[in-house]
């Protein structure tokens, strides 16, 4: 027997004991009983008969939901669940809400660094002067605008808004062309949105202001006037802390179309299309709607007992990454109660109650509010109609969405990951189809 054989503690991970026997080469296992070798086991056996395969083919377990599975590289920010942090290159993201504008972050998450002032002047005037529709656009947009929320009319008008202005497929261009054509996407879709907003109640567009900021430029066309300096600050201090946030679902959606090549816009089709549902962008307006139903902070209990009961989702509560308080819902909390107003009191009473009523009737959870809950207030105090709510955040997060289109671009492999086959097993003989009489065939054949 091999004098001080290579062994594996006890503690050992699997992943850990597979690359050590990976790279050692071994082909077989010895088997020990009290110190005696009684025999040996073929690895190749072993795989045979248990199908054994390296942990990282088919091995593990997927998480449900992707959780904590890491799918690329990013160099333009990350969060961090458990300390309540999260950052834009190497700043912290709530510090940049603090203290810079959305247009200087838009720079940082382009450039990878924060512009000087002529840097910024430059930049801030070259977006804003992208900011018009372009024609044919213009012209489809009444029509367009009549069947659907701001935010559906979004998803088809980027489609347009690619087709029109003849975009490629990013496998076909350099970064150059990318990078222009995600600027003006960025420049024009708040000007979409207003438009949509306003065509949907009747109103004509109104024309984008190439002096303002992009947040109070587009308050001033959704709303048809000049914002009060503090509402367009609140609001584009919002537009900052949203972004970019690590892998969410619409992010990774629009890396995955980017993957394949496809255009800009497909890919900014696809994330619009995630960024809709409840669970991601879709819940500032329903975290309104809540504390309208909740009405008063006396009534917040019951009412949130029963909702917990029925198994219903609280809106503005949970998030998959952060187990500690959203430090976008502390800020926009803070941001809140310096607007003032009753509907920041009972906000924070009902966030109070739900927290204790999260804690006690799902134990363990760690659910806290997320930034959506904050957000509707902040919005609705800040004169957002609830329509414009999610596109709101769509304005600011296409900026978020479009640098990773870039990323993905420039360091490009197709994602294609694997899945797991739970299905009856294969191969089941395929039965001939069974005869249908004539009369019964629906639907009819053309
Ligand atoms: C954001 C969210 C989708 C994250 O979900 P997740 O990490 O996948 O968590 P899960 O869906 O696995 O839920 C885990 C448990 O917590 C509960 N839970 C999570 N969020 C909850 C919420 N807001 N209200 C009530 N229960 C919640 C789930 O019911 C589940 O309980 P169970 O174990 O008894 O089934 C989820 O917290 C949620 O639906 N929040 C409400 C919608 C929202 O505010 N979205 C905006 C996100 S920024």
């Not at 044919?136 to 029109?164: D, I, Y």
Request: charged share 20%; glycine share 8%; aromatic share 6%.
């Amino acid at each position: 027997m091999t004098a001080n054989p290579d062994v594996l503690g006890p503690d050992e991970e699997v992943d850990a004991a597979w690359s050590s026997l990976a790279h050692h080469q071994y082909r077989h296992l010895p088997v020990v009983d009290e110190h005696e070798l009684v025999g040996v086991v073929s690895l190749r056996d072993l795989m045979g008969v248990a199908r054994l395969r390296p942990a990282d083919e088919h091995g593990t377990e997927i998480p449900a939901g992707l959780e904590g599975v890491v799918a690329a590289e990013t160099a333009l920010g990350d969060v961090r669940g458990e300390e309540g942090f999260f950052h834009y290159r190497q700043y912290s993201a709530v510090e940049l809400a603090a203290r810079r504008s959305l247009e200087d972050v838009w720079y940082l998450l382009l450039e990878g660094e924060l512009p000087d002032g002529r840097q910024a002047r430059r930049f801030a005037a070259e977006v804003a002067s992208l900011r018009s529709m372009p024609p044919g656009l213009a012209v489809m947009l009444p029509e367009v605008a009549q069947r659907g929320s701001p935010f559906e009319v979004l998803r088809t008008a980027v489609s347009l808004l690619g087709a029109e202005l003849g975009w490629r497929p990013t496998h076909d261009i350099d970064g150059v062309e990318l990078r222009a054509q995600t600027l003006r996407l960025c420049a024009v879709v708040p000007t979409i949105m207003a438009a949509a907003h306003n065509l949907g109640a009747g109103r004509p567009p109104v024309e984008p202001r190439a002096e303002l900021s992009a947040t109070a430029n587009y308050l001033w066309m959704v709303t048809g006037s000049e914002p009060a300096p503090g509402h367009a600050r609140a609001v584009e201090q919002y537009q900052i802390l949203t972004i970019d946030h690590g892998f969410n679902a619409s992010t990774f959606t629009a890396r995955v179309i980017t993957s394949t090549g496809a255009d800009l816009a497909a890919a900014v089709c696809g994330a619009i299309g995630a960024l809709s549902g409840p669970l991601h962008g879709g819940a500032p307006s329903r975290a309104l709607a809540m504390l309208d139903e909740i009405g008063s902070a006396e009534r917040a209990e019951p009412w949130l007992r029963a909702a917990v009961d029925r198994g219903d989702r609280v809106m503005g509560f949970g998030h998959r990454v952060y187990k500690t308080d959203d430090p976008r819902s502390l800020f926009l909390r803070d941001a809140a109660r310096s607007l003032g107003g009753p509907l920041v009191d009972l906000a924070a009473q009902v966030e109070r109650t739900a927290v204790d009523v999260l804690a006690e009737m799902k134990p363990g959870r760690r659910l806290f509010t997320n930034v959506e809950f904050y957000a509707g207030v902040v919005m609705y105090t800040c004169g957002i109609p609830r329509d414009m709510f999610t596109p709101t955040f769509a304005a600011g997060r296409t900026i978020g969405w479009t640098a990773h289109v870039i990323e993905q671009a420039a360091h490009n492999r197709l994602i294609r990951p694997s899945a797991r086959y739970t299905g009856p097993p294969p191969p089941a003989p395929v039965p001939d189809p069974v005869p249908v009489p004539d009369g019964d065939r629906w639907p009819a054949r053309r």
